[in-house]
C-alpha cells in the first residue's frame, strides 16, 4: 500500500498566501484552522471527501482546484467569512458592505458560531438555535464544541507567542 508523503509546508511559507487570500480574517486564526483541519498537509484527504489544508468539500466548489494551497485557503477562507456573516449579522450588526478584516473575530461567542458553521454547517447552527433557543452552544454536538474551542485556544496561544 502506497503512502501519501506529509507536506512539509511551514507556517512561514504559508503566511504570505494567507495574506494575499484570506479575505481579511487574523492569519493567526487560520493558521489555527489549518492546524485543526489538516495539520498542515496539503495532501490531505479525509473519508467524507475534504480536502487539503483547509478541508474543503470539492462537491460544493466542483470547479476550483482543491490541491493548489492558495485555491484551498482562498475557498476555506471564503466559506468561513460567509458564516460569519450569516450566522452573526444580526448579533453584531454587520453590514453586508464590510470587509471581513472589519468583523469582529475576537468576540469568542461570534468567532465560535463562525467556525461551527464552518464544522458542521450553517443550517445545523441555525436549527440548534431554533430547537434550543436558551443556549444553542452548550448543546451542539461535543465533537463540535471541542473543535471551537481547540482552534480558539490555538488562535490565542499564537498571538501570545507572535506578541512575544
Not at 20 to 32: D, E, M, Q, S, Y
Not at 69 to 82: E, Q
Not at 123 to 150: K, S
Request: glycine letters at 8%; a negative charge; aromatic letters at 10%.
Amino acid at each position: 500500500m502506497a503512502t501519501r508523503k506529509k507536506d512539509i509546508r511551514s507556517w512561514d511559507s504559508l503566511l504570505p498566501i494567507v495574506e494575499k487570500h484570506g479575505l481579511g480574517i487574523p492569519p493567526l486564526l487560520v493558521r489555527a484552522l489549518i492546524t485543526e483541519e489538516s495539520g498542515f498537509d496539503a495532501n490531505a484527504l479525509s473519508g467524507a471527501g475534504a480536502v487539503g489544508l483547509m478541508q474543503i468539500m470539492q462537491q460544493f466548489h466542483p470547479d476550483k482546484d482543491l490541491t493548489n494551497a492558495a485555491v484551498n485557503i482562498r475557498v476555506g477562507c471564503s466559506v468561513l467569512v460567509s458564516d460569519f456573516y450569516y450566522l452573526n449579522h444580526i448579533r453584531s450588526g454587520l453590514d453586508p458592505s464590510y470587509p471581513a478584516s472589519l468583523y469582529p473575530w475576537s468576540d469568542r461567542d461570534l468567532c465560535y458560531r463562525a467556525l461551527a458553521g464552518y464544522n458542521m454547517g450553517p443550517g445545523n447552527v441555525v436549527w440548534y438555535d431554533a430547537n434550543h433557543p436558551d443556549n444553542p452552544p452548550a448543546n451542539w454536538p461535543a465533537d463540535v464544541r471541542g473543535y471551537c474551542a481547540n482552534i480558539w485556544s490555538m488562535w490565542k496561544r499564537y498571538q501570545r507567542e507572535a506578541d512575544g
